[in-house]
């Protein structure tokens, strides 16, 4: 049986630290998965910045379960060597911040050309997957709309392909792609490292809160209770409201079924949804912060 962990990226509350700290304070979490702050992408903050980052976050009693970091977010057709710059600058983040994991992505492709690309993909993902190892660092996947990861096939390539390489499951980015949840699912069972959490419904475009969609979230997370012991991150990444980010990450339009005042009130509600879908399954919260159920 799994312990399931929540984390958040919380540049989706606010820009400044100490909104995002707040945030994971009031929905007692305490992880995070950094993104942007003070309007700047953590994975390329100096040195310095990193420090001083860190050292509020220990303040604070934050921990970072991964770097969010938009490392393979680029044409496969882009020379290759100018991205390796930011990869070993996302990577210094990383042993930074004391995290030894990194979100990242393989690359935005043509859909219609995947076969043309693959072997770049996977040689450029292999190389990277071999620096990450040398700096204490597990590159982790996410499934995202345009790259040649978008689709469950896709994923499974990269799993059986890449050694080394590790899985980040979003049942959101697969629903938005018409993708079936359980292929996606299965596509990254082999190499789970953890998953994040925002639900949709295709027909309408549209990301909902945990359970409201079509992600088969209570699904996803019995089968993955049922299959692994030991702690899995649960990363919250609301998307129902448009941030200050948000348009360097992704540049679809964004479209909720509810409205919401402020950054804050939408981070909270998703919290809330994820928190609920996982009472809902018979789990409870310990003192730690660790969601268990028992086993009868």
């Not at 977010?73 to 990383?94: G, V």
């Not at 018979?282 to 969601?291: D, I, M, Q, S, Y």
Request: hydrophobic content about 40%; proline content about 4%.
């Amino acid at each position: 049986m799994a312990t399931f962990v929540l984390s958040a990226f919380a540049d989706e509350a606010g820009a400044s630290l100490a909104t995002q700290i707040n945030a994971l304070k009031r929905n007692n979490i305490g992880y995070i998965e950094p993104r942007h702050v003070d309007g700047k992408n953590v994975s390329y903050m100096s040195e310095e910045e990193l420090k001083a980052l860190k050292k509020s976050l220990d303040e604070a009693a934050v921990k970072v379960s991964s770097l969010g970091s938009p490392i393979g977010k680029y044409p496969i057709t882009d020379p290759f060597e100018p991205h390796m710059e930011s990869f070993r600058s996302a990577l210094l983040a990383a042993q930074i911040l004391g995290t030894d994991r990194m979100r990242m992505f393989s690359f935005f492709c043509p859909q219609t050309e995947l076969h043309d690309h693959r072997q770049e993909v996977l040689s450029r993902l292999c190389q990277m997957v071999e620096q990450a190892r040398q700096a204490g660092v597990t590159l982790c996947h996410e499934n995202e709309a345009a790259i040649y990861g978008q689709m469950p096939s896709e994923v499974a390539d990269l799993m059986q392909n890449v050694p080394g390489l590790k899985a980040v499951f979003d049942p959101a980015n697969y629903r938005m792609a018409n993708a079936d949840i359980t292929c996606g699912l299965e596509a990254s069972l082999p190499a789970l490292s953890y998953l994040h959490i925002k639900d949709a419904i295709f027909s309408q475009q549209i990301i909902v809160p945990a359970g409201e969609g079509e992600g088969q979230i209570p699904f996803v997370l019995d089968k993955v209770d049922r299959l692994f012991s030991g702690t899995i991150f649960l990363t919250v990444e609301p998307h129902l409201k448009v941030f200050d980010a948000y348009k360097d990450i992704d540049q679809h339009e964004l479209r909720g079924k509810y409205t919401f005042s402020s950054g804050e009130e939408s981070f909270d509600f998703a919290v809330n949804a994820l928190k609920g879908v996982l009472t809902n399954l018979g789990f409870t919260e310990n003192e730690h912060r660790e969601w268990t159920r028992n086993s009868n």
